[in-house]
């Protein structure tokens, strides 16, 4: 007989996918299906179905104890009962307690060895357990021939964990990539997804390290690395490094640039005298191997800026349009210029093209605001800055909620940006 089961809660614990079971809370295996255990058991006694129908209760009302209990009774009058052993596995392994678990539905298995759930529960418990080696090929029979959506997404969640702990990356990739494609929103698969290719990054560049310890990558992605982490100056001297192997490296001086100018003062766009003529100089370089490379381009053009060098300004902006047409920050620099050659519409159709290509950048409303001001526009003015101001709010708020989230991991993660 099969005894089916849904889940109704969204997170299921599971201590190999590395859940707290106090934190997950209780997982709530929900009604039999057209009350299915209460049908199957019309050969039982009635006391038999009073049980079940109890368990069933339970089950609706979060109490899987409860159903536990129940189901043990069954037991008492009747010990080769499929359906309370498989009961009763599922209420275990959602209380918690996989060992006990797996014992209950072995024994459901050893008197119906085709009961669906059973074997999938098992599989999980297993899973939970460490043990693997038995519970992948089970937990890849059910999760490839799609089981109830959100079973399916816990049987994924604990074959990619698995796969991982068993150091198999390539598989782990695979069921992490189908996990994505059906579940592509799910932080829970967004997390081990990139659990996945942080390993898979890390053995390889393990493997360069051992096998290519003089590749000018070595020294790129330990560079990488370092301005993951804030470390600017010695992010610098790595890519420097890697320069001195490969002087024709594409990206590089770029990025030593970029981080010339957030060592000086913070952002991007506030760099300094002497900051701004040393970071110039990297962007040039760049442009000399990669001459279409656009974010060069732009930074020159926000150099010229700072330093009132309008016109040479207004060409690089240009041109980064030229490579990039829908660059919005060059738009942006363009209006910026309009401004101060007091053509406040001309820069107005440059922020309303910023603004199309990216709506809620901060830089381009503030600008436009800017401009309302400056053609007498009060209210559009007032309306701009406190979409400026939502945005930057916004933008502190996500910042805050991504650190307390990095902090309780113990790691952290490059965004990268132009």
């Known amino acids: 007989m099969r005894t089916f089961f849904r889940i109704v809660k969204e997170d299921a614990p599971s201590i190999s996918c590395g859940w707290d079971w ?4 209780v997982l709530v295996i929900a009604l039999l299906v057209s009350g299915a255990m209460i049908g199957q058991a019309q050969g039982n006694s009635a006391e038999i179905q009073t049980y079940l129908q109890r368990a069933r209760n339970a089950i609706t009302t979060q109490d899987l104890e409860g159903a536990s209990h129940e189901y043990a009774e069954i037991l008492k009058l009747d010990p080769r009962n499929v359906e309370a052993y498989t009961g009763m596995g599922v209420t275990l392994y959602g209380m918690g307690k996989p060992k006990e678990a797996a014992a209950a539905l072995q024994s459901a298995l050893q008197l119906d060895a085709g009961q669906i759930t059973a074997q999938v529960f098992l599989a999980l418990s297993k899973a939970a357990l460490g043990q693997c080696v038995e ?9 490839d021939e799609g089981t109830e959506p959100k079973l399916r997404r816990l049987e994924g969640l604990n074959l990619v964990t698995c796969y991982e702990n068993r150091s198999d990356l390539d598989h782990a990739r695979d069921a992490a ?3 994505n494609r059906s579940y592509p929103d799910d932080p829970e698969v967004l997390f081990h997804l990139a659990e996945v290719y942080s390993s898979l990054l890390n053995t390889t560049v393990n493997e360069l390290l051992k096998k290519h310890p003089e590749s000018y990558r070595f020294h790129q992605i330990a560079g990488e690395t370092l301005e993951a982490e804030s470390n600017y100056k010695q992010a610098i001297k790595e890519y420097r490094k890697a320069l001195e192997i490969n002087p024709r490296a594409l990206g590089l001086h770029y990025r030593i640039g970029r981080l010339i100018l957030l060592t000086a003062g913070g952002t991007e766009s506030v760099g300094g005298t002497e900051a701004d003529a040393q970071a110039l100089v990297e962007f040039q ?3 000399v191997i990669n001459p ?3 974010a060069s381009e732009y930074q020159i053009g926000e150099i010229f800026l700072r330093g009132q060098r309008y016109e040479e300004s207004r060409q690089q ?3 980064a349009l030229e490579l990039s047409p829908d660059f919005a920050e060059a738009h942006v620099g363009l209006a910026k210029i309009e401004l101060e050659d007091h053509q406040p519409k001309m820069a107005l159709k440059e922020l309303e093209r910023a603004i199309q290509l990216q709506p809620k950048n901060p830089s381009a409303h503030y600008t436009l605001m800017l401009v309302y001001r400056d053609l007498g526009e009060k209210q559009q003015a007032t309306r701009e800055m406190e979409v400026f101001r939502n945005l930057k709010a916004d933008e502190d708020k996500d910042f805050r909620s991504k650190l307390q989230a990095l902090l309780a991991e113990g ?4 965004e990268k940006s132009r």
């Open 292 to 294: 279409v490379d656009e």
């Open 135 to 143: 519970a992948i090929p089970l937990l890849n029979k059910y999760f």
């Open 177 to 179: 990539q189908a996990l």
């Open 411 to 414: 790691d952290s993660g490059p």
């Open 22 to 25: 106090s934190k997950a809370g």
């Open 285 to 287: 370089k760049e442009r």
């Open 317 to 319: 902006f240009l041109r």
